[in-house]
């Protein structure tokens, strides 16, 4: 996959809004493989319904949305497994872990699967992040920062064309985020990857290629 297009899609929740002065909601918008995006926006504005539709679980809109050339609303069920396990890696905003879990246990889901990463590169993920000491705590007993940032390695534990990251730093203080923004640049460039990052109010710290208001 090396483009996700939008074009004049809206939420049918704003179907009697079509004048809400977004620069991605009713234009047309390409997030290419190899650049990165930083899309802001207030609450209620459809950040997590941009989630939902990239990602397959909604197709309440109208326009479009692309995978290169082929509409999302074509794209059979088992197409959509391959491409959520080696083109697109989503990191939800409510993170969607599991609490009766250790860290390292939400985790291995992924990679067991995957086989992206090695074991000491996991380690050293935890290492860099600074939870290393939490790894094998249930993650239901970790504070929403610690399980943002687990969150944020087990989306690195796939191949993916892209890097979906909703509000990805919202819990965590300056210095963490930096962190975090630097594994996620040198596992995008590494991969080639295009990299969407969302956020209300605190971005993740990088040069973007286009910063677009939703």
Known sequence: MNRISLRNTLPEAFADK???????W??????????????????GLGKSSLCSYIYGYRVDFSGQILFDETEVRNIEKKQW???????????????RLFPELTAI????LKNNLSHHKTDAEID??????????RKNQLVGKMSWGQQQRV?????????????FLDEPISHLDDNNAAII?????????????GLI????????????SQILSL
């Open 26 to 43: 009713n234009n047309s918008i390409d997030f290419e493989k190899g650049k990165s995006y930083l899309i802001k926006a207030e609450s």
């Open 197 to 208: 990052v969302t956020s209300i109010g605190k971005d993740l710290p990088m040069d973007y």
């Open 105 to 108: 246990e939400n985790i291995q």
């Open 124 to 133: 050293a993920m935890f290492e860099q992040l600074g939870i290393a000491y």
């Open 81 to 95: 497994d391959t491409i959520r396990s080696k083109q697109l890696s989503l990191l939800f905003q409510e993170l």
């Open 18 to 24: 079509p004048d809400i002065g977004s620069e991605v």
């Open 151 to 163: 969150a944020v390695i087990r989306s690195l534990c796939q191949p993916f064309d892209f890097l």
């Open 181 to 193: 923004a630097s594994l996620v640049k040198d596992e995008v460039a590494t991969q080639g990857a």
